[in-house]
Structures are given as structure tokens and as C-alpha cells.
């Protein structure tokens, strides 16, 4: 008999544990080299961890387990003989297996009976009094109406008194390690830096104009559409070497400066919010730019992202307008000293040569840590974010000639 241990492979330099989000198979199925067996939540990412070789699987741990790099997941007897009817259908993930009639608990062993009506166990109490809940609101489900661990674990206070007929579920659901991570990373931000937020507006005319007369083109012979991200991204760029206090970090007693531009871009995906990282920014065109965030958010999409496109960056970009935001106050991503929030584009009234007309306008914010950017510099780099925005032709393409511009499209 020839079994192999699995063990958690390392996802990275920084990840010493991972948890067990989802077992894709069941104890005992048959799965092939590579087959996908399993979900596992990092504090960066959530990952595939494939079979490293084909048998008969015997789980090790359970979903919500934590498990150390190196440690333990499954054992997998590579001698076990292929199944006849492997091959008729592909594996199926645990969710869309046919679910068996979970068994039935042990009968409870009788309680003491020590046990007063409607008191509370050891085990409850501690929960109870780590809640501080009412123990006289919760109606015990044990042996003389004793409060049992699980009534402590599962009570919600009342909210007041329900119609008869409504319907008011509740869900206690368990947060995967990486969005407690991700709390864990906002809650730090809030208190260890001291965050403020500037704010501008854009008149976006320019940018749609451009895009308007060369989206098409750009996109027949790049294969990638014209966005907005491509301009902010060039815009951050230029601003960052005008004001490179932004593009800094505090470690510690010290600063930490970089002569490069690595942008992280938040992309939303199926797992919730990723910040895949844009390397060397200042040395992409717009079909660089563009290619490189269709590329990361086709893998955060697909979940195929890995921890080393999300690790580093020197500054981050968030697009809150996507989903119809005005105006909001992104946080800092640590350890990062500023980040740049565009928002929807609204058509307003604005002042022009003396006279109001109509213009698509967005709302801009960059949050910072003012720690180490003073308010020149955060006002100023915002400024100049706007009038590269405003002047994308002249101040991001080398010139407003069709030929400059052509050209910075490599047209």
C-alpha cells in the first residue's frame, strides 16, 4: 500500500497558515493528478489546492480548520485501483454531490441532576458572560430546561415582537479567514495611522472625447478596450514623481522610498474585494496598462490569482464608481501610505469661460497617511492628478496633435 501525504504547500513567503474554506470531495471518493480537491482562505487570497496525485482520498481535516504550512490535509493511497465508473462523469464538487441524511447525534447523556430549571452550563455560562446576554432571555433546550453550550452560542437578543406571519430567519455563518484577515488589516489602518482624506472634481470631457475617436481603433489592434483606468494610472504615475513622499511607507522609525511606481488596482471578484498589483507602471503604455488589468482581473475573476501578483504596491487605485459612488473615503491599504478613490460620472452644471454648460464630472479622493504626507503635498498631488486628467492629450500623451496621440496609443 503506497500513500502519499498532502501537505500545505506555501503560498507565499508572508503565509505561515491557511484555513480549510471548502472540501471540493468527499472522504473516500477516487481523484485524479491535479484535480481541484479542495479551497483553502490564506489572509491574502483564496487558492485551489490541486491532488498531487491520483487515489483513494481520506480527508484530514475539516472546513473552517486551521492548518499550518507543511502541515497534514489528506492522505491519498495511490495503490487503490481506479473505479469502473470514474470516467462516466466528471467529479463533482462536494455542493453538488447528492447529500446524504446527515446521522443522527448520540442521545445526550442524562444531566445531573444537580441541574436547577433554566440554569445555565459551565460551558454557557463562560458564553453567556463573554456576551453579556440576558441568561433569562434564553430558553434552555436541555435536561430541565438547562441552557446548553449551543442555546448560548446560537441566541440573538430580541429585536421586539414579530408579526405572526413574518418571516425572520437568521444565519450564523462563520467569516472566512481572508475577510477576517481583511477586517483585521481595516480596523489597524483606522487606528494605527493618522488618515485623512482630500477631495477634487474632474471634468472628464477630454478623456471621453479621446475615447470617442480612438476606442475602436485601440481596441482592433490591441485586442483590449480604451478605459478610464489606463489615464488615471498614467495620471498617478506622473503625480507620484512629481510628489514622491506618496509613493513612500513608514517601517517603523523610518521612511521607506521607491523609485518605482507598483499600483495596486481593487478589483471586485467572486471572493470579495482583491488588490492585484500593476508592476513598473511608469514604464507601460496605455496598451500596457490596459492589458495588464484585463489580465489580473480575468484571474481574480476566475480565482486564479496567486499571492505574489497581490503582494507589494506602492500606492492603490479604487473605483467605488463602478457601482454608482459619489463620493467616499477609501482606506489606506497597509502598508501604504495613500490610495486614490475615483467615483461615478455625473453630467453637472460647471462654470466655462464665463458661462455654465454641461460637463461629466467625477469626484476624487485620496486618502493618506498624514504621518508622513503633509497637506502640500496630498492637495498637491490631487491637483495634479485633475489637470492631467483635464489635459490628458497634452500632459499623458506628448502633445494634442493626432499624431502625438496616435502615437502614445501606438496606433
Excluded at 45 to 63: C, Q, V, Y
Excluded at 356 to 381: N, Q, T, W
Amino acid at each position: 500500500m503506497s500513500v502519499l501525504e498532502m501537505k500545505v504547500p506555501s503560498p507565499g513567503e508572508s503565509i505561515t497558515e491557511v484555513e480549510i474554506a471548502t472540501w471540493l470531495v468527499e472522504d473516500g471518493d477516487y481523484v485524479t493528478k491535479d484535480q481541484p480537491i479542495a479551497e483553502v482562505d490564506s489572509d491574502k487570497a483564496t487558492l485551489e489546492l490541486p491532488a498531487e496525485e491520483s487515489g483513494i482520498i481520506t480527508l484530514k481535516a475539516e472546513e473552517g480548520d486551521v492548518v499550518k504550512v507543511g502541515g497534514v490535509v489528506c492522505l491519498i493511497d495511490m495503490s487503490a485501483e481506479k473505479p469502473a465508473d470514474a470516467d462516466k462523469e466528471a467529479p463533482k464538487a462536494k455542493e453538488e454531490a447528492p447529500k446524504e441524511e446527515p446521522a443522527k447525534p448520540a442521545a445526550p447523556k442524562e444531566e445531573p441532576k444537580s441541574y436547577a430549571t433554566g440554569s445555565a452550563s459551565p460551558a454557557a455560562k463562560k458564553i453567556i458572560a463573554e456576551k453579556e446576554i440576558d441568561a433569562s432571555q434564553i430558553k434552555g433546550t436541555g435536561k430541565d430546561g438547562r441552557i446548553t453550550k449551543a442555546d448560548a452560542e446560537s441566541f440573538v437578543p430580541s429585536m421586539g415582537t414579530a408579526p405572526a406571519y413574518a418571516n425572520r430567519g437568521v444565519e450564523r455563518k462563520k467569516l472566512s479567514r481572508l475577510r477576517r484577515s481583511l477586517s483585521e488589516r481595516l480596523v489597524s489602518v483606522k487606528n494605527e495611522t493618522a488618515m485623512l482624506t482630500t477631495f477634487n472634481e474632474v471634468d472628464m470631457s477630454a478623456i471621453f472625447e479621446l475615447r470617442n475617436k480612438y476606442k475602436e481603433e485601440f481596441k482592433a489592434k490591441h485586442g483590449v478596450g480604451l478605459g478610464f483606468m489606463s489615464f488615471f494610472t498614467k495620471a498617478v504615475v506622473r503625480a507620484l514623481q512629481a510628489f514622491p513622499e506618496v509613493n513612500a511607507m513608514i517601517d517603523g522609525d523610518y521612511k521607506v522610498s521607491y523609485d518605482f511606481m507598483d499600483i495596486s488596482i481593487a478589483v471586485s471578484g467572486p471572493k470579495g474585494l482583491m488588490v492585484p498589483v500593476v508592476r513598473n507602471a511608469e514604464m507601460l503604455t496605455f496598451r500596457g496598462v490596459e492589458q495588464n488589468i484585463k489580465d489580473l482581473a480575468i484571474k481574480v475573476r476566475d480565482g486564479k490569482i496567486s499571492i505574489d501578483e497581490m503582494t507589494g504596491g506602492t500606492f492603490t487605485i479604487t473605483n467605488g464608481g463602478v457601482f454608482g459612488s459619489m463620493l467616499s473615503t477609501p482606506i489606506i491599504n497597509p502598508p501604504q501610505s495613500a490610495i486614490l478613490g475615483m467615483h461615478n460620472i455625473v453630467e453637472r452644471p460647471v462654470v466655462k469661460n464665463g458661462g455654465i454648460s454641461i460637463a461629466p464630472i467625477m469626484f476624487v479622493a485620496l486618502s493618506y497617511d498624514h504621518r508622513i504626507i503633509d497637506g502640500r503635498e496630498s492637495v498637491g498631488f490631487l491637483v495634479t492628478v485633475k489637470e492631467a486628467l483635464e489635459n490628458p492629450a497634452e500632459l499623458l500623451m506628448g502633445g494634442t496633435d493626432d499624431a502625438s496621440i496616435r502615437r502614445a496609443l501606438e496606433l
